[in-house]
Each structure stands twice: as C-alpha cells, then as structure tokens.
C-alpha cells in the first residue's frame, strides 16, 4: 500500500518552483523579507567596491609620488651630521658605482630603472630673477622614473651625463619664475659660481587625488636639474662624485626582497662593512600594505554582517508578525496531506530563493551606492567578482539561519490547533 | 468492505485532575459507499470525532481503521500521507488559500501527493468542471462567491479520489438556496460512488443522508437509518 507518496528525488525544482508561486502571491511579504537581505548585500558589496576602490587609488597615488616599487639607498645621517668614525670617514659613501655595481647583480633581473640623486641648495640667477633654489643633480633614469617629459628644448644627452655637461632642464615653475617672458632654451643660468644653459624645460606634472584638490605634484615643478656630476664635482668639487640617493625600480614586490637582500650585501662590501648607509625596509612595506588592506576587509565585512544581521532580524520580525495569515495556512496545506517536513522544507526553499534575489537586487543597490560615493570623491570605481561572492556567501548563510526558526515552528503546528488558529 | 471502522474512541483533553472527556467510546462504523450525516449539538465531541475521523488529531484510546488500515497509532508525517490519500475535507469557512489561484487551489492535494505538474493540471481543470465552475480556474477565491469558493473546496478535496470525503458543516457559511445547490452537488458525488460524511446541527440537512448518526456527551446516542434519498 502506497502511504507515504511524496516525492524525494527532483523534488528540489518542483518545491523551488512552488517556492516562486508562493513569493509572486505574496509580494508585500516577500518584499519586505527581502529587504534585509538587499540591504545587508548592498551594504557588504558597497563595503568592500568603496575599500576596492580607494585602495586601487592609493595604491595608484604610492606608484606616482613614491612608489612602493622602488627601493631606495640612502646615506645614513652620521655621514652628515654627526662625528663620523675614522673608518666612516674613510670610507667614500655612497657613489656612482653602488648604482652600477648594484644594477650586474644576479637579482637586477628583475629591475627596469635606476635613477641617482646630488641634491644642491644654491643661488639660481637668471637675468630676470636671482633666488636660493633647491638644485637637483640627476643621473641614469632619473627623468624617465620620475614620469617627466620635455615640453621645450632638450633633455640631457648620455653626454652630458657622463661629462657632467654645464646645462639645466628646469621644471614648470622654475621656468616660468626663471623667465616670466620670452625664450627660455638656450638661455644662460648661473648656479651658485657655475655657469651654465638652459637646455630644455619639462612639461607641468599634476597629480590630484580628487577633483579640485590642489595640485600635490606642485614641488615637481620647481625642479632645477643638472646633471649630477655637475654637482658633486664642479659645484662642491668632491672628488668621489658622491651622492645623496640612490633608487632602483623593481615592479615586482617578491622580486623587491631578493634583490634587497643582494644589494644590501653589496653596498656593505663596498663601503668596507661601515652601517653607513639605509636601504628601504621591504619586509615592512609589504607588512604595511598587507595590513592596510586587511583593516578595510574586516571593518567593511564587519559593517555588512550587522546590517545583515538587522536584514535578518527583520525578516524574522516579519515572519513572525505574518504569523497568523501564515498558520492558518500552514493548518490548510497539513489538511490536505503536508507532512511537517514538507512545511519546512518549503519554508527553508523560499528563504533560499528570497535571499538570492534579494542579493540580486542588493547588487544593484549596492553597485549604484558605491559609484555614488565613489564619484563623489571624485575616485574611479572598482569591482571585485570576489566581493560579489562574498556578499552572496554571507547572505545566504544568515539567510538560513534566520528561516531556521519560523521554519522549525511551522513544521511543529498541530494541523487541528492551525486550522483553528484565528 | 467497511472505510470507517471505530471501537470504543476515546479521546481525552487536559491531565488527569482535570480532565475533559470528549469522547467517551464510540463504536461507528461506514460502508464504503454510504452518506452519513453526523449530528449532535455543540460540545457533544463532534469536531473532536470529525479531528480524530480525518487524522487531524490522534484518539486517546480506542481503535480506527480508515480503508482498512489501522490509523491510531500513526505519527504525524505517516496521518500526512492518509489525509492526502484517502481523506477529502471541506470546511464550513472554505479554508483555500486566498492568494493562491482557484486552479493553483485545487492542485494543491495532488503536489504532496508528487503528481507531475501536467497531469495536475488536467485533473484539476477536470475536476472544476465536475464541481459545475470550469471558467474559473486562474481567479483568486476573493473573487468567488461562497457557493463557487464551496464547490472549488469540493473539487480540492475530490483531487486524490479519496476514500472518504469528510463536510464540516459545508453550508453553514451559505444562505439556503446556495446551501441546497452544494447539497445536491454532495448527494450527486454520493451517487456517483463517493463515501461521504457529513457533520451538521441542522437536522434538515442530515435528513439528507441514508443514516444519520447522533452524538450527545461524547457517545453515539442514536442511528437511524433510512432506505430512499431524497
């Protein structure tokens, strides 16, 4: 004898189907569960695109003023302002050949610019201003890696590099204060005592991190630059043409830590063992950026749970406040053969459903949320499939547990006491 | 071949200090076939036997067997199953779901029952002609009046082709002319082979049935039977 006839296999589409019924003919109920749900994904969607997004900018901000993809030697503070020891002062500090020496090693595979830096602060005269500037003696890929075109002129030639040429290509600023009027290449400039000509003038550089903001590369303009050599030996007549730093471009961050390690090496050879130089830290770069980038997870993911945790409060407030419309319901459909099981599963099936479209309905919500906070700060969006993933993962597991209940409750009506329920 | 066959039901409410008797012994039995009108006033334990009869509720004591198969020691998931298979109920307030679609209502037997949606469909649309509303099927009950919504519960509780088809008080909700054309509707099905069981306190329309059957105080206090129907 036949007795139990409900269906378990392929049962799932079937109730899933049922489940859609239901919805559609409660649509006031089922917007209002729904909307936790839309709310909690489109808050940890917004969440996690506005960090993506402001994340993605300042990562784009560090690769244009600073770079975490450079790493930098510099010469220690002892080496100017303290007693140096005998042997520090024996030693010749950091040179031309740390930059070239440092370039043949094994790991420089994996670096695409080196740039050298003689800072100077000497009186800038030309014949319409006369100022205390800050002059910049470059070397190698200075221009290049510092992002500066020409506009006029020329710039320095492998020559004039090499030489230590008395020519100067001056920035925006420093051109326009230089000769407010007429032409600029080919013009005579004396720094401090030595003469020298205007080759070229870079292009104005700008950098905002959002719209209207000042101009954050405005110092780039000022530049003055010589050629190195120029500086270390005519103008401050060291013979060692030392200089003041020493950078290496290396775009892949693991590569960064191999090749730190070998020039670290090779800079302490050369300067006979004496600490007197610093290279960047790394292992603590990579820490901070790591860090950075989970702080903005945690607070971003933490916002989304809570607001998925009221989403679900509130579909469980509802659910409960329909309780009297859904029991006698409940009561009808165990009269007609729902075992208690089934109640439930239809429930948890329609839960399922409600939250999934709820999250599709919380992408768009939440999409359009971070691209209005993301426009108005005037910072480009960015999207994770990632995030999506999250935002559903999360929605779904709150989801269930939240239909738990009424879920559970329902399947426990007596059919009597529900068909009675009034 | 006997669909209802009860020895000494009992039913009791409550604990022992205070307890409620609702039924106190009922021997009844139903051939299959049969029109019965179950009568008694209020409080005489007529939902509770009419609870116990459609598997709604469990006895406290006694024996049932519905179609041959005893029933008063089943759980709840197993008295699932029977309602759905044997049992058709119609209810005085109707009980469709009032935002589920007339077709849509009348299906809903046959979904726990795992019938393939198609075939569903047919049997439904079938089943809304036979009841006398075929052009209703995609209205909500809302829209119906009591006689049709009435005849939609029916063609719902014909859906399984059950053993028994259980009215509680079927026209109490309807005013006499609508209460008489559903009565007819019953006495057609009855004619047509259906088991029919109807629970009522109108003694006109339990003149209706072959055999009447009065509770009073928890126990079968009368039976009468009649040859002709009306």
């Known amino acids: ?422 | 071949m006997k669909i209802i066959e009860t020895r000494d039901l009992v039913k009791v409410y409550g604990s022992a200090s205070n307890a409620v008797h609702a039924l106190r012994g009922i021997d009844l039995d139903i051939e299959r076939g049969e029109m019965v009108a179950l009568i008694g006033p209020s409080g005489s334990g007529k939902s509770t036997l009419m609870a116990i009869l459609g598997c709604l509720d469990i006895p406290t004591g006694g024996s049932y067997a519905l179609d041959g198969r005893q029933v008063e020691k089943l759980a709840g998931p197993e008295l699932a199953a029977i309602r759905n298979e044997k049992i058709g109920f119609v209810f005085q307030q109707y009980n469709l779901l009032p935002k589920a679609t007339i077709l849509r209502n009348v299906e809903l037997p046959m979904l726990y029952a795992g019938v393939p949606r198609k075939e569903r469909r047919e049997r439904a649309l079938e089943l809304l002609a036979q009841v006398g509303i075929p052009d209703k099927a995609g209205v909500l009950p809302g829209a119906l009046s009591g006689g049709q919504r009435q005849r939609v519960a029916i063609a719902r509780a014909l859906a399984n082709r059950p053993a028994l088809l259980l009215a509680d008080e079927p026209t109490g909700a309807l005013d006499s002319k609508t209460g008489q054309e559903v009565l007819a509707l019953f006495q057609e099905l009855h004619a047509q082979g259906n088991t029919v069981l109807l629970v009522t306190h109108d003694p006109a329309i339990a003149a209706l049935a072959e055999r009447r059957v009065e509770l009073r105080d928890g126990l079968l206090a009368s039976q009468e039977c009649r040859e002709e129907a009306a």
């Open chain 1, 1 to 422: 004898m036949k007795i139990v006839r409900i269906k378990t296999s392929g049962a799932f589409r079937e109730r899933l189907f049922e489940s859609w019924v239901e919805l559609r003919e409660n649509p006031g109920r089922s917007f209002l569960q729904a909307l936790g749900v839309m709310l909690g994904v489109a808050s940890v969607l917004g969440g996690f695109a506005i960090s993506d997004s402001q994340r993605n900018q300042s990562e784009r901000l560090f690769a244009r003023i600073g770079g975490t993809d450079k790493l930098n030697i510099l010469p220690t503070d002892t080496a100017y302002q303290e007693t140096p020891s005998a042997l520090q002062n024996a030693n010749l500090g950091l040179r031309e050949e740390d930059a070239t020496e440092g370039g043949r090693l094994p790991s420089a595979r994996a670096v695409n610019a080196t740039s050298v830096v003689r800072e100077a602060r000497a009186r800038v005269r030309s014949e319409f201003a006369d100022q205390e500037r800050d002059v910049s003696g470059i070397g190698a890929d200075y221009v290049a890696m510092n992002g500066y075109e020409i506009e006029q002129g020329r710039g320095f030639s492998a020559h004039d590099l090499e030489t230590g040429a008395p020519v100067a290509v001056l920035g925006s600023q420093a051109a326009s204060v230089l000769f407010p009027t007429g032409e600029i290449v080919g013009k005579p400039l004396r720094i401090g005592e030595t003469p020298v000509r205007v080759i070229g003038v870079f292009a104005e550089k700008t950098f905002r991190f959002h719209e209207g903001q000042e101009n954050m590369f405005a110092w780039r303009n000022r530049i003055v630059a010589v050629p190195s050599l120029l500086v270390a030996g005519r103008m401050e007549g060291d013979d060692y043409h030392r200089l003041d730093r020493v950078t290496f471009r290396v775009p892949d961050l693991a590569a960064m830590t191999d090749f730190s390690k070998e020039l670290s090496s090779l800079v302490t050879a050369n300067h006979r063992l004496q600490d007197d130089f610093r290279l960047d830290d790394v292992a603590k770069r990579m820490e901070r950026q790591m860090s950075q980038a989970d702080v903005y997870n945690i607070i971003f993911m933490l916002s989304g749970v809570l607001a998925l945790l009221g989403g679900g409060m509130v579909n469980v407030n509802i659910q409960l406040a329909s309780l009297k419309e859904r029991v006698r319901e409940v009561g009808i459909k165990m009269a007609l053969g729902a075992p208690g099981r089934e109640i439930f599963k239809a429930l948890m099936t329609e839960a399922l459903l409600l939250t999934l479209l709820g999250s599709f309905v919380g992408f768009l919500v939440g999409v359009v949320f971070s691209w209005v906070i993301t426009h108005s700060i005037g910072i480009p969006l960015m999207l994770s499939p990632l995030s999506f993933v999250w935002a559903t993962a999360l929605a779904l597991v709150f989801g269930f547990l939240f239909a738990l209940y009424p879920a559970t409750k329902a399947s426990r009506l007596s059919p009597m006491e529900a068909l009675r329920y009034e």
